[in-house]
């Protein structure tokens, strides 16, 4: 069956290794935190200023004066630092990040990324990502395979205006987890019980298969 939000934050966070600074996006990649395989030294990042953060908080243990990027509440761990988002965007253009998770809205198959609005409805603003999907070099992104109206958000060409071309590396959502290559989204993996062919079905994008597909393992 597909993975809800937490499923697809614990399969991400199989994606992060010892030693990574990590810049999490808002909404599901902030969960990816809660996630990280035990005996890991990772550093998450928010471009607002903070290094050091921890878990997402549970309702109740909020604290309101810790916020990410994205006015999220956040957690921190012992040792954070708090800097001015100067510093924070120095690190990120300086390519001092080793992944990138973020949040999105459409993906075409050739790697671009749309997630910061939606004409006439919707104005999250393009905030940090504009200059992370510049600067970094291994962003990948969470998000639902289909909208609410059941159509794929996984594109030939992204009908949203853009945050970056060309740029977006691999794709997790709650059916598949995906890779963009120069003929399009290659499937890597799906979700326990979805089949190839319901996928397949609600990818817009040229589906490149090759041979068998495995389950995603997410404990």
Known sequence: MPLDKTGIAKRIAQ???DG???NLGIGIPTLVANYVP?????EFQSENGVLGMGPFPFDGDEDADVINAGKQTITTLPGASFFDSALSFSMIRGKHVDLTILGAMEVSENGDIANWKIPGKMVKGMGGAMDLVASAENIIVAMMHVNKAG????????SLPLTGVSCVKKIFTELAVLEITPNGFKLLERAPGVTVDYIKSVTEGNLIIEGEIPEMKID
């Open 15 to 17: 994606e992060v290794k």
């Open 20 to 22: 990574y600074y990590v």
């Open 151 to 158: 159509e794929s958000k996984l594109l030939k060409k992204c």
């Open 38 to 42: 035990a005996g890991l030294n990772v």
